[in-house]
């Protein structure tokens, strides 16, 4: 069965080091999603992308966040510089005409 | 304004009895969506069940039922014949809209973490 990939699993980093995920949805997913959660609260989105296109950033903290989806497949999140409070769950989810969304194992990062 | 809520933080149940998990939900939407979503420990996000605003009947997929009272602005997860693997976080969640460039997006529940004891 088809998965969403995700790597790495899992990242500490220091405070104000530059840090990256990636996401690889189920093929032929056209819309992938970006979410955050932080420790014992419900995933709240950061970034949804249609192909390779931004259709909704708005909780995105663009001073020190950046994503992209170039060719619209793939997809990397990245933070510069990390904040101890960007301690949290990263998870990629894709869905095919933004119906069920299939999400992937996630990447738990550790900002020290 | 939180537009998904889930008032018990943690629940506890007997293996193989049913136990239901409570959402509620504000929307002036008349289109949407309600999906609850079981997470285990290991963090992945795996789907259990959803339901349309439009839907006539409640959903069911196996073991999960949803207890769908739209004037209530309820979604309450039924799960009948608990098992120890049940035990994991569980999250109400709903999309709003049938269109629009970020349709699609979910709004998630602080969530219900339930236990199942042998």
């Known amino acids: 069965e088809a998965e969403v990939a995700q790597s790495p699993r899992y990242k500490i980093t220091e405070k104000s080091q530059a840090v990256a995920f990636w996401c690889d949805p189920i093929s032929g997913h056209a819309t992938l999603y970006w979410y955050r959660q932080i420790l014992g609260q419900g995933p709240e989105l950061l970034v949804q992308f249609q192909d390779e296109s931004v259709v909704d950033d708005s909780q995105l903290p663009k001073d020190r966040f950046s994503a992209e989806r170039l060719k619209g497949v793939d997809s990397t999140l990245k933070i510069q510089p990390a904040e101890l409070g960007d301690s949290a769950m990263y998870l990629c989810a894709s869905s095919v005409d933004r119906n069920e969304q299939f999400f992937g194992p996630g990447t738990r990062l550790t900002v020290l | 304004a939180q537009k998904i809520t889930q008032t018990q933080p943690g629940m506890f149940v007997q293996e193989k009895e049913a136990v239901t998990l409570d959402c509620t939900y504000d929307?002036?939407?008349?289109?949407?969506?309600l999906f609850w979503y079981k997470q285990p420990s290991s963090g992945e996000m795996i789907f259990l069940i959803y339901?349309?605003?439009?839907?006539?009947q409640n959903a069911t997929e196996g073991r999960y039922s949803l207890n769908f009272q739209k004037a209530r602005k309820s979604a309450n997860l039924v799960i009948s014949a608990s098992q120890l693997g049940d035990s994991a976080m569980y999250f109400c969640?709903?999309?709003?809209?049938?269109?629009?460039?970020?349709?699609?997006?979910?709004?998630f529940g602080q969530g219900t973490i339930l236990t199942v004891h042998p």
């Open positions: 339901q349309g605003s439009y839907d006539q």
């Open positions: 929307t002036s939407d008349p289109s949407y969506g």
């Open positions: 969640a709903m999309r709003e809209g049938t269109g629009g460039t970020s349709y699609g997006k979910l709004t």
